[in-house]
């Protein structure tokens, strides 16, 4: 919206419009005058005048908020952003037109207002503009016309009562007079008149020039009290200045001074710490020397006990001697000669090191681990396996395919972590029953064999072809696509027949059981995860279920499904898959049946 039209239209209408910073323009009424100069006759007119005064009003906001159908606050700042934009103008420019009906001029320090020539905002007669060639009326050079309506009427004859007796005379006409009035007489009305109008013209020009005086005089006082008023504000502000820096002066000495106590209290109490470390060094001093004289005189006595004993411990050093051979031929010499009770027994071969069960372990109770364990190493793997297997998938353009291969890697780290920690495994000890040592370490000691099967594990899924076999069984078993970005640039081939699954240990049949189901539910389910050993499944529910969760298992085409949840929903699905993630942090999806 053009601001400076809606200025010219308020001042048109007859409202004053206040200008921020500037002053007020004034709508006021023009007496109609004529300018002999010209001839001109200009009517009664309304038209803008400038007044410093202001009085804080924000009529035009109003105006401008129901105008522009906006908030009190915006059409304030509009307001203000106007203001500011025209101070900064009349600054660099000296002047602002508003429209074809006035001039907002700055010079000097002081702000005027000029109506264009010719121009008013709003007419107040039936002449809506000046009028040109209008003469004033003037007879000093001419008689008055009007005069002779003017002198006095001559008074009328008397009538003559009638005689009874004697006839009626008979009428005499009597010729009317003429009545003159003299030149003479006119011309002085008429120089009467014009020196009237000029004795007028005269008082009216002496009360404009005193007015105008008057304001001046009035203009100058205002502006000699704003000077003292500046001048007072310039002087009370310089008074205050000194009233801070004498207060700051003041805080600072006073600061000095705390400053100067605290440091000499601090020295004193420095000192006074001294002198008594001091003292209680000189008696600790006299305290140790005593115990040291007294530590001599103890030692003294005891040189002669330690004489005595001299034979008993070399008597005890030589039984130490024979103890510590009789062990190291037993660990050296008989150590790995196998009994004749086990000598039929097969050994079993471990590829991690660790020492399969014998005669000379003395286990009674082999190291062993739950299914929790195996399922935690598990995680460990696939945990290390995720960035592994992003970045691999990503560089063949097969982000979608991250849930199911990760799953591929879980399912297939459950069955190699099962086969290379599902046999109990012994620990060699030097006494046969549990001492401190084997409860000890039993946790290390099975820590430091899952650790190497976890290493085994991450080496056979980091190899590049088992992994590009995984892939090529997944595209040719659930139909994937690359991704978007690249389904035009790369078209679907038909991947070769997929390679056999590494070899998968047989195991024995599981006893483990869980809630199974052909269908689900209510048709949409929150999947944990998917096997294809039912074992794992079970084993992960079993886990579900210890958590507080209701889990069970959907068999579907050879894969078991673990569940944490139905629903009939998209929305109730999506509710319960929140509500599941608030506590559980492994990785779930929605899947609909």
């Known amino acids: 919206m053009n601001i400076s039209e809606l200025i010219i239209e308020l001042l048109q209408q007859g409202q004053d419009v206040e200008l921020s910073g500037i002053g007020t323009l004034e709508s006021v009424m023009r007496n109609a005058y004529h300018d002999p100069s010209t001839n001109t006759y200009y009517p009664v007119s309304r038209v803008v005048k400038y007044s410093d005064r202001a009085v804080g009003s924000d009529a035009i906001v109003a105006e401008l908020a129901k105008r522009e159908c906006i908030s009190t606050d915006v059409a304030r700042q509009m307001w203000r952003n106007y203001t500011e934009a025209l101070v900064d103008k009349l600054q660099r420019t000296g002047s602002h037109e508003f429209g074809k009906v006035c001039k907002l001029s700055f010079a000097d320090g002081r702000y005027n207002v000029e109506m264009k020539d010719g121009v008013a905002l709003e007419a107040a007669g039936p002449l809506d503009a000046p009028l040109e060639g209008v003469n004033l009326y003037s007879h000093a050079n001419e008689a008055d ?53 000029e004795q007028e013209a005269r008082i009216k020009l002496d009360k404009k020039a005193a007015k105008e005086e008057m304001e001046a005089a009035k203009e100058a006082q205002r502006l000699a009290k704003e000077e003292q008023k500046i001048a007072a504000e310039r002087a009370a502000a310089e008074l205050r200045a000194a009233e801070e820096r004498r207060k700051a002066e ?33 008696a600790q001093a006299a305290k140790q020397a005593a115990a040291e004289a007294k530590a001599a005189k103890k030692e003294a006595k005891q040189d002669g006990k330690k004489r005595r004993h001299t034979l008993l411990w070399l008597l005890l050093l030589l039984l130490l001697l024979l103890l510590l051979g009789a062990a190291a031929y037993y660990y050296f010499v008989l150590k790995n000669k196998p009994s004749a009770s086990v000598a039929s027994q097969p050994v079993r071969t471990e590829h991690l090191d660790v020492p399969a069960a014998n005669s000379l372990t003395y286990n009674t109770d082999a190291i062993e681990y739950s299914n929790q364990d195996m399922y935690d190493n598990s995680n460990k793997v696939c945990a290390f396996m995720a960035d592994y297997v992003r970045q691999y998938l990503a560089d063949r353009h097969y982000t979608s395919a991250y849930v199911p291969m990760l799953e591929k890697v879980r399912q297939y780290a459950d069955e190699r972590m099962s086969n290379l920690l599902g046999d109990r495994f012994a620990v060699q000890r030097i006494i046969p029953y549990n001492d401190y040592i084997y409860n000890h370490c039993k946790s290390h000691l099975k820590g430091v064999r899952a650790g190497k099967a976890r290493v085994e594990v991450q080496t056979e899924l980091m190899d590049q072809n088992w992994l590009d076999k995984f892939l090529e069984q997944m595209i040719e078993e659930m139909g994937l696509q690359p991704d978007q970005q690249y389904a035009v640039a790369m078209p679907a081939q038909k991947t070769a027949a997929p390679a056999a699954a590494a070899p998968v240990a047989e195991t024995k049949e599981s006893t483990l059981t869980a809630n199974m189901e052909k269908e689900s539910k209510q048709g949409f389910d929150v999947i944990a995860g998917f096997f294809l050993n039912r074992d794992n499944a079970v084993r992960m529910t079993a886990r579900l279920h210890s958590q507080g969760c209701d889990a069970y298992i959907i068999e579907k085409s050879g894969k078991y499904y673990v569940s944490m949840g139905s629903a009939p929903t998209r929305t109730a699905a999506d509710a319960l898959y929140k509500h599941i993630k608030g506590w559980y942090d492994g990785d779930i999806v929605i899947k609909q049946w």
């Open 250 to 282: 003041e805080a600072e000495r006073k600061a000095a001074e705390k400053r100067e106590q605290a440091e000499k209290k601090a020295a004193e109490k420095a000192a006074a710490l001294q002198a008594r470390a001091d003292e209680k060094a000189k």
């Open 145 to 197: 016309p009007f005069a002779k309506f003017d002198a006095p009427a001559p008074a009328p004859a008397p009538t003559p009562e009638p005689e009874p007796i004697a006839p009626e005379p008979e009428p005499v006409p009597v010729e009317p007079v003429k009545e003159e009035v003299a030149p003479v007489e006119a011309e002085e009305a008429v120089k009467a008149v014009e020196a009237e109008q």
